[in-house]
């Protein structure tokens, strides 16, 4: 079975459109009758983005006009959002050659006004419409170029979008180890930030890798979970995936009836929603699947229709996996020349899509793009030396000052220690000090009262003496006053017995007191 086939059934993330309310077109469709100038253009270009998600007809008609008008007002910003929302409409209703040289012509514009946000939107689109050509060497390109963008910026919902969108490009290309690590590396983005936003795609997307590694059972289990992840509220084209993707796996592991019935399904809904391209891959795997039955009209009538359509739309892949299939087929009916026919288209068809210039650019993206990553890996791993070798310098630093603190404290702790040391030695002397004096306040305290208590008998004993005295001076005044017979000396008698009577109560209360 022809890659291309399998390649197709995985489309792009892109940023997430609003959900259509009929209420608000119809009041946009009132304001745009009578609005002019800027805010007709705001009008056009949200009516634009509105139908985006539903109607990509009118989507296109009303982002065509409000382009135009942004061209009249000469408004460098209106003019790039009007361009890329028109470009991603054309590339949606598969006018895709229109989208490239408009997403070109807008591109141009974004870079001269370094409008980054509208870069990134405009790039993808373009690695897209590549895609759907089947240039992948230029589709990696505006990817990696993107990638780079947004890996600066570190929104890991956006880097997610646009690892997808490579995984689907190195899948193109039949690289699956290539694919399955940017769809991981995608799948952890997303559930590290809990962003579910094309979740259900991306994990279809990584059951297709692992099918193509013969893993069928858990490629069923990726699809069943990247359908379960909507919670029943899947949109046709998810579940039109899904359903191709289910029908793939159950035709490589060779089960065709269960095939058959999830190819049916993906078909109805691709018919109903006028998915040409999806009409192509199940129209194939029904050739396929007539071919190993032996049934060879049906085949070559589905594979007539598939040849049609194709050439109609140019689906490159398409094509080579149709031709690869016709030219077995009639090697099956043993019609040489019709399958010679057929396989020279293939080899023509195949080689203009893998041909060695686009083998060459995709070689350089690679080594380009890995080169970077080397980089990117060595200027990290400088980034952890150099923070290690700050981080080193810091612990001696501070190693450094816990020294110097210790030193401190050891200075300080000697100076406590001799400073209470001395204390200590000071008190002691105080001590002995104190106990001196207090012992030589003690002996002068024996010697005044040993000096008081001989005064004190001194004076007691002049005292007695005193008395003894006074008592002989009145005792000689009395016989003097008997004696006397001149009244006036009788009188100097009595004035000094007087007196030896005041003097002699003094000694008698002092000795009293003692």
Known sequence: MGLSLRFSLLFLSFTLSCELHA??????????????????????????????????????????????????LRDSSRIIRGGRIKSAELRRLEHIDDAIVMALYILRIARRHKDTTEIKSLLNSL?????????????????????????????????SIILNNIGVCYYKLNDIPSSIKYFKRCLELKRESNDKYGLDR?????GLCVNEMGNYAEAIKYITEGLNSCDGKCTDQIILEGEIALGDTFYDAKLFSESLKHLKISYQIAKRIDNFRFQVENILYFARIHLIKKDFEMAIRYLNEA?????????????????????????????YKSASLYLSKYIAYKDSVFNEKVTSNLAQLHADFEERENLKTIAEKNQMLSLREELIQKQKIQLALMAAIALLLTIVAIM????????????IKLDQKVKERTEELRENNRSLTTAYELQQSKILKVEKESLIILSSVSGLCHAARLELTDGRAKEYIQKVANNIDQLSPLFKKTKEGE
């Open 23 to 72: 209420q608000k077109i119809d009041s946009l469709k009132k304001i745009l009758q009578s609005s002019e100038g800027v805010n007709k253009y705001e009008t056009l270009y949200w009516l634009a983005y509105e139908y985006s998600e539903v109607n990509d007809s009118l989507s296109l008609a009303y982002a065509t006009q409000a382009f135009d008008l942004a061209l009249k």
């Open 416 to 427: 406590l220690y001799k400073i209470y040391r001395d204390k200590l030695l000071i008190n």
């Open 127 to 159: 690695g897209t419409s590549h895609i759907l050509r089947g240039e992948y060497d230029q589709a990696l390109r505006y990817q990696f170029e993107s990638l780079v963008i947004r890996e600066k910026g570190g929104n890991k919902k956006e880097i």
């Open 202 to 206: 991306l994990l279809i997307n990584i």
């Open 307 to 335: 040849e049609n359509i194709s050439l109609q739309k140019g689906y490159k892949f398409l094509l080579i996996d149709t031709y690869e299939v016709f030219s077995k087929l009639f090697n099956e009916i043993k019609d």
